[in-house]
């Protein structure tokens, strides 16, 4: 069965006019048709389509069913997108299907990409909400700066970590540090690494900076690896 | 500094056609510029390029540096191509980077991919062994029906899992089997799932049925998650 997302009000879903366009244009969907629905927010039901004008289906018969993918702890990654945009697109594909809850694209010092797509990103990730049957939306910011990243996220709780590879700046390896915690935020740098002054900044910010061993990786392939940590820890 | 892969003989490296045109063509590099060199079966090498012949490459002055990415472990895969072979060529990228060592591409009973192109992914694979400095280079193979590939496997040694989502059929959460080995190697199955007969088959094969958990995961990003759980595992 397919997942939409809707707005929920009185035992009904009203989908949007994308979500529409989708479940009536593309897949061709009919009346009566089982579907599950969420909101988004972690509320998840199984519904039937009860009417399907232009742009707003509706679905009816709502009947609540478990979140089972809920989880006790939120994963968050600032990462700065790759040159090549389709490496990013993959790890965030990837990351939500494994349980990402928010995305940050960064700009650094040493980024090469610098602008950003944002409604493209942002279908990447309902897609991927929606293929993985999950019930929270995740969030894909706008690109921000490194440094007002840093600003915004001054009281941002839980466990916080600057992946980097500069050999003259302490850094732990990320399982000697990382706990079983409520939530962890991630800094993964571009291709040419955060700079030295970057990771001090960091630092000074309350982030834990971090090794994630002996493999070079790929900007998207370190980001991929430190949610696939998370989850594993969890599992 | 850049990677190449040789045939090493007499403290020299020769490069083979295709990696000389790469050194000489691509990246324009010119003799006495440093590289290092890989025999491809785990020996590294820090050298000079000596000569720069047309269609064969020299590096001398070789000297043998340690390989800081050795395993004692080792990770093989069999996945059943995707639909989509790019989501196929970018696990493939991604789980080399982490130290995938074998990869099998199977034909199973749901496979809609039936066909591949051996040449691409090995070039994909040795790129991203290059890329992330690796000494061994990783095999792949060419595509197999599952029935041979589990014949061919029949006394691989070490930890032989298959991943499956039949309710019906007993499976363990990977991270209850997995230990501390010295290989495994994992089965998963394309788009549509193994059916029950083949993972009926890869049991009496002595594979262990395993789930990975609540997340609904697409092909390679449940291979993906394999070679990850593999990677910390050993952290």
């Known amino acids: 069965m397919i997942l939409f997302i809707g707005h929920i009000e009185n035992n ?8 529409s366009h989708h479940m009536i244009r593309v897949l061709r969907m009919k009346q009566g048709d089982q579907v599950y629905v969420t909101n988004g927010a972690g509320d998840m039901y199984k519904g039937e389509i009860e009417s399907l004008e232009n742009k707003s289906a509706v ?5 609540s069913i478990p979140n089972l993918q809920k989880r006790d702890y ?3 990654m600032a990462v700065a997108p790759t040159k090549q945009i389709d490496r990013i697109e993959f790890f965030l594909e990837k990351a939500i299907e494994i349980g990402l809850d928010a995305y940050y694209p960064i700009i650094t ?21 929606k293929q993985s049957l999950k019930a929270e939306q995740p969030k894909i910011d706008d690109l ?3 440094k007002n990243f840093l600003k915004e996220n001054n009281d941002t709780p839980g466990q916080k ?41 960091a630092v000074e910010h309350g ?29």
């Open 59 to 63: 679905i009816g018969n709502l009947e």
């Open 109 to 129: 010092f040493n980024s090469e990409r610098r602008k950003l797509n944002h409604e493209r990103l942002n279908k990447i990730g309902i897609a991927a909400m």
């Open 161 to 201: 970590f600057i992946a980097h590879c500069h050999k003259d700046i302490e850094q732990k390896p990320i399982k000697d540090v990382i706990t079983l915690k409520s939530s962890y935020q991630f800094l993964i740098g571009p291709e040419g690494d955060f700079s030295k002054e970057e990771v001090q900044m």
């Open 144 to 146: 921000v700066s490194f």
């Open 12 to 19: 009904k879903a009203l989908l949007s006019p994308t979500e």
């Open 74 to 76: 939120k994963i968050e």
């Open 207 to 235: 982030y834990t900076p971090i090794s994630l061993g002996d493999q070079r990786m790929r900007t998207e392939t370190a980001a991929l690896s430190c949610v696939m940590l998370a989850h594993w820890l969890h599992q």
